[in-house]
């Protein structure tokens, strides 16, 4: 199957890159960006001929026959939406770091491993080997920050590698348990999602890796890494971020943790503070973060921590939608996975390419005066359809997602679903600030000269921002064409046991 | 019960053992409570035949004293080696099961004692008076 | 099976040996004048005909020689396998370091290839006194190759620390063996485990247990008799500590591999517990000394520290498995550890010149293969997926956690994410910080046989972490010997011979 060469390409594209003579900045480019619509083309093909419902076995191999480890890639509709999620940001990252001049080969290189790696963990149906993918994702990550990042990278890169560690020891712990207690030889998502373990061994097996994957997927308490590491890093690599890393720990949430312990999710049989299973108290972390994250982005000043913090926030809906256990609020889940991710691309791309790029400060305060939509309209008219779209407005993906992860929240938990509202109102409140003050400040503000005027919007970002507001138009409007996927995909074998566990 | 048995071997040895240190202690405590004790400036001084002591007593010696010492010993209980060997040769054929074992052993184990003996003499170690320089 | 010479169970030592002696003979007939660049190929060939010889036993049927005190099977055979691959590679690795700089040149191949002899002999011995005198003869050379920068005071140091507290750390194994005699009336390996199993003098064999695993917890250098390593390895020079921080590490824990399992596999309740212990400490004061180390070796002083512990987490989980994952591991470390020393030896030289984090600020746009190789190695020893480390590192908690030890394993990996900073931040000074061309320093160089030496570390590293299948059977054809009946294992004792083709 073509599906496996996602991965191949990428990773050849990046042993290409670094063979590459020195000094030709536009080959490398273009030859980063020919691997990336490549690797695209083969997601939305295989996205296209999906025959809804079927598990899609790309290749199945023995790799450590003595432990029972296979080379297993496969995929179902959750995957696929995630894995045409990843190709259209990488496609999107590359046009967002043309600017790009400090090692463009290294850059590109570990950017498509990244993406390789990424692909990798979408594509797995072993355990082992998604776990494999899920570490080499975190060095990459590490070098692009630390190496092409700004503010505190060292700082913000490290975080962001020593959390991800800790997360995937405590998803090893948890994955290397459920093995042994199976006891079967076989790391096999479907064989051990398959095997009924034990409550007791389900009830702390879930949470630890279900804690794991959060802590990548950004969840309240554990969120500090990303607003640090989202400002630190170079644009692609917040895109990447915030567009498909973060979406990694949500899919290992759903794909690992609950679908091998969905026992984990069921009641403890005593309540604490009125929380009675990990589902609501993870719910409750979810509503937090999505209240929290929202809070607290209306009151920074700088702008790239504005998107770093909404990111927590809508992440929050993604964990909320998993904890909702019904069919509304996981299919809404999977597709603010994949909106989530369009659209902080998007954002990130305006503040980190289009403003920071040219203006080179991020302070809402400096940025105002600079009276930025007369100077770039194009950026402020992106940031505004991109913001309007990630409030929530009808049209865009994120109403969608959204609206199903509410109504999905509001069957399983209506006092939450009521506190989501206050996150929902804080997000119209601080994208509508963060518009404000940095494109359209109120009028009495000299506008400064600008000396020399900034560049104007390049083609490679305008192709960039289209690509992408298009595909949250078009999820937005047709949404059918991603439920069409998922639906089947809830209802395959791999889901049984959460569906007899806990399912409403 | 057996290791019982065996570990009563050692009584003699813990006999032993208790028989010197109870002495030693035995004399120290009783000098300690027959003798008198009278402290005095004259008793903390060097002894009334010994020397008032002078200079450092780490004087410097050449390394060559060392390395000839030390060669010294090495061969010297290498040699040592071939007595308890010489002792019960006789008696090696028939606990090794072989006639010659024994014999064998003990050349291979000359050679090794030669090839070091040949190594110092091309290093020129016993030649005190020849500047090998690095040491 | 009587059939089998003794000589052919020890052949690997007796080539060694005799390579030993030879090299030691010629150089004095040569001239000072002259390279001793063809004694260290003359070592090479040895190591290679020592190497081969270790992989033909592995046609023997395993039995024991020499009146019971060695013994050859698939474990030793392993190790043996290891040993001589860490001399290949270390002296591949150091062929040109010493050239010029020291006027015992043929001497370091000497004592470096009697040193591997006595820790070959240590992996083959099920006699308690053969693994003493493997012991100190593979110690005492390394005592001196600790201290060849003679005109260094940091490498004399490091010699006289490592040689004192070596020598007691030898005399404590040495009483433990002699209460085990005490206590068994034999120091035959086999003989003391029907002695354990009787029941008899349980205290006695306790101190015993303990005494040995304070010398060879000395020797692996696990906490808390770690505090010689990060002085040891900061003064040795650079190949020597690849070499001392792998090759002995490998063979005590060959020993206590034979000690704990064989020889008081039945009083498990007490050394599992010890072992326990050792292992946690051992992980955490490796990790968390070398967070602050700013000394690269030192570093990774406290790194093999570290990973010590993560040794000994295997070893704790008392279990076939748990015996190829140690075994495993040994190698996967010895592949890593030896190219990170041998990086640090060509990018430092003799006189040590970058000992220092910053001094390798942006040495990758000056050095970017030496520089991608140490990537490798470091990124190996976080362990991340596609290297040995990561496989070793999963495979070992993985038999532990079969064992039921979950806080073990999970004190480990939250270890082993920590660990991931301070090679994180090794890697970024190669990386990431800008080359300084004032402090240029010419090198020499890289000589084919030491470029040929990393090229077979990376490829190891690389072979253990994507298809790790062969050397796993091999390890757990080593384990099958201990035991005999467990499952999948007694299978793969059947396929022994044709393990290597």
């Not at chain 1, 290409?16 to 490549?38: C, D, E, F, N, Y």
């Not at chain 1, 991020?362 to 990630?390: C, E, Q, Y």
């Amino acid at each position: 199957m073509m599906l496996a060469w996602t991965i191949y390409i990428s990773f050849l594209g990046a042993l290409a890159l670094l063979l590459l003579p020195k000094g030709s900045a536009t080959l490398a480019r273009s030859l980063a960006l020919l691997t990336t619509i490549v690797t695209f083309a083969i997601t939305l093909t295989a996205f296209v001929q999906h025959r809804t419902g079927a598990l899609l076995t790309v290749t199945q191999k023995s790799w450590i026959p003595s432990l029972g480890i296979e080379y297993h890639l496969a995929a179902d509709g959750i995957s696929l939406i995630l894995l045409l999620l990843t190709g259209i940001i990488a496609i999107a990252g590359i046009l967002f770091s043309w600017n790009i001049e400090r090692r463009v080969q290294e850059f590109f290189a570990f950017y498509l491993l990244l993406i390789g790696a990424v692909y990798g963990v979408f594509l797995s149906y072993d355990l082992f080997l998604l776990f494999v993918f899920y570490e080499i994702v975190i060095i990459p990550k590490y070098f692009l920050i630390a190496i092409w990042g700004s503010t505190r990278r060292e700082y913000g890169a490290m975080k962001l590698a020593l959390y991800s560690f800790i997360g995937s020891a405590m998803v090893l712990v948890g994955l290397l348990a459920a093995y042994i207690v199976a006891g079967a030889k076989s790391m096999a998502l479907e064989d051990l999602a398959r095997f009924p373990f034990p409550l007791h061994f389900q009830m702390w097996a879930f949470p630890l890796v279900f804690v794991g994957f959060a802590i990548l997927a950004g969840m309240w308490p554990f969120h500090t890494w990303a607003p640090t590491g989202h400002v630190a890093a170079p644009t692609a690599a917040s895109m990447l971020l915030a567009g498909v890393v973060m979406k990694l720990g949500a899919y290992g949430c759903l794909r690992v943790a609950m679908t091998l312990f969905p026992l984990g999710l069921g009641p403890w049989g005593f309540h604490v503070l009125g929380l009675g299973s990990w589902r609501d108290v993870f719910a409750l972390l979810a509503v937090i973060g999505i209240v929290y994250g929202a809070l607290v982005a209306l009151v920074q000043k700088d702008f790239k921590f504005v998107i770093g913090y909404s990111s927590i926030s809508h992440m929050g809906f993604i964990l909320l939608g998993l904890m909702t256990l019904n069919q509304l609020g996981l299919a809404g889940a999977v597709v603010q996975m994949f909106s989530h991710g369009v659209l902080a691309g998007l954002l990130f791309a305006v503040v980190g390419r289009m403003v920071y790029d040219r203006a080179h400060t991020r302070d809402l305060a400096t940025l105002g005066p600079m009276n930025l939509n007369k100077a770039i309209p194009f950026a402020a008219v992106t940031f505004v359809v991109a913001g309007m779209a990630s409030m929530g407005l009808p049209g865009f993906s994120g109403f969608v997602a959204e609206l199903m992860i509410l109504i999905g929240a509001w069957r399983a938990f209506p006092l939450f679903a009521v506190c989501v509202g206050i996150g929902i109102v804080a997000g119209v409140a601080y994208i509508w600030r963060a518009m404000q003050q940095a494109f359209f400040a109120e009028a009495g503000v000299e506008p400064t000269s600008m000396q020399p005027p900034l560049p104007p919007i390049s083609i490679p970002e305008r192709l960039g921002a289209i690509l992408l507001i298009g595909a949250s138009v078009a999820v937005g409007l047709y949404p059918q064409m991603l439920l069409n996927v998922i639906l089947p995909a809830l209802h395959s074998p791999l889901f049984d046991g959460l569906r007899k566990g806990s399912w409403q | 019960m057996n290791k019982p048995a065996y570990m009563w071997n050692y009584i003699p040895l813990l006999m032993q053992i208790l028989a010197a240190v109870g002495l030693a202690g035995f004399i120290i405590a009783a000098s300690w409570f027959i003798g008198r004790h009278r402290n005095s400036k004259v008793k903390l001084a060097a002894y009334e035949c010994g020397m008032v002591a002078q200079g450092d007593a780490r004087g410097r010696f050449s390394v060559r004293f060392y390395m000839v010492a030390m060669l010294f010993i090495l061969f010297d209980v290498e040699a040592v080696f071939m007595l308890p060997w010489a002792v019960i040769y006789r008696k090696l054929p028939a606990t090794t099961g072989s006639r010659f074992f024994g014999f064998w052993e003990m050349l291979v184990y000359v050679g090794f004692v030669l090839v070091g003996f040949f190594y110092i003499w091309k290093k020129g170690i016993l030649e005190w008076s020849k500047d090998k320089a690095d040491l | 099976m009587t059939a089998v010479s003794p000589a052919l169970r020890i052949l690997p030592e007796i080539l060694l040996t005799l390579t030993g002696v030879l090299v030691m003979v010629t150089e004095p007939l040569l001239s000072a004048k002259t390279s001793r660049k063809p004694l260290g190929i003359f070592a090479l060939l040895g190591t290679l005909a020592a190497i081969a010889a270790s992989a033909w036993q592995l046609h023997l049927p395993a039995g024991t020689a020499f009146f019971n005190t060695i013994q050859t099977d698939a474990f030793s055979v392993f190790f043996h396998l290891l040993i001589g691959g860490i001399l290949l590679v270390t002296l591949l690795v150091s062929l040109n370091y010493f050239e010029g700089h020291s006027t015992y040149v043929g001497e370091f191949y000497a004592l470096l290839l009697f040193s591997a002899v006595g820790m070959m002999l240590m992996t083959s011995a099920i006699e308690l006194l053969m693994v003493f005198l493997g012991l100190e003869i593979s110690s005492i050379s390394t005592y001196i190759l600790a201290g060849y920068r003679k005109r260094s005071a940091v490498s004399a140091e490091a010699s006289i620390k490592y040689f004192l507290l070596g020598s007691f750390a030898t005399a404590f194994f040495l009483y433990g063996v002699a209460l085990c005699f005490g206590a068994t009336g034999s120091t035959n390996i086999h003989s003391i485990a029907t002695g354990v199993a009787s029941g008899s003098s349980p205290l006695l064999l306790a101190l015993a247990l303990g005494m040995m695993l304070i010398g060879l917890g000395f020797k692996v250098s696990a906490a808390p008799f770690h505090v010689w390593t990060p002085d040891v390895y900061e003064g040795a020079p650079a190949p020597v500590v690849g070499f001392m921080s792998t090759a002995p590490k490998a063979a005590a824990f060959a020993v206590l591999l034979r000690i704990t399992y064989t020889g008081f596999g039945t009083m498990s309740h007490i050394w599992i517990p010890l072992l326990w212990i050792m292992a946690v400490a051992s992980m955490t004061i490796g990790n968390l000394g070398a967070l602050t180390q700013r000394n690269v070796k030192r570093m990774l002083a406290y790194s093999s520290i570290a990973h010590a512990g993560y040794l000994l987490v295997a070893f704790t989980a008392f279990s076939a498995d748990g015996l190829a994952a140690a075994c495993f591991y040994t190698a996967a470390y010895a592949a890593m550890n030896v190219g990170a020393f041998a990086i640090i030896s060509y990018l430092s030289g003799y006189d040590e010149r970058r000992v220092h984090l910053q001094d390798y600020a942006g040495l990758a746009k000056r050095h970017p293969l030496a520089s991608a190789a140490m990537a490798i190695f470091l990124l190996s020893l976080i362990g991340i997926p596609f290297t040995a480390g990561f496989f070793g590192k999963f495979y070992v908690f993985t038999t532990a956690m079969h064992s039921g030890l979950w806080i073990l394993v999970t004190i480990g990996l939250l270890n082993s994410g920590l660990a991931a900073f301070y090679y994180l931040r090794f890697l970024s000074q190669l990386y990431m910080q800008p080359y300084d061309a004032a402090q240029d320093i010419s090198e020499a160089p890289a000589q084919p046989a030491f470029v040929l030496g990393i090229a077979i570390l990376v490829a190891a590293v690389l072979v253990l972490g994507i298809i790790p299948n062969r050397v796993l059977r091999l390890a757990q054809a080593g384990a099958a010997t201990y035991f005999p009946c467990s499952g999948t294992n007694a299978a793969e004792v059947h396929t022994q011979p044709n393990l290597l083709r």
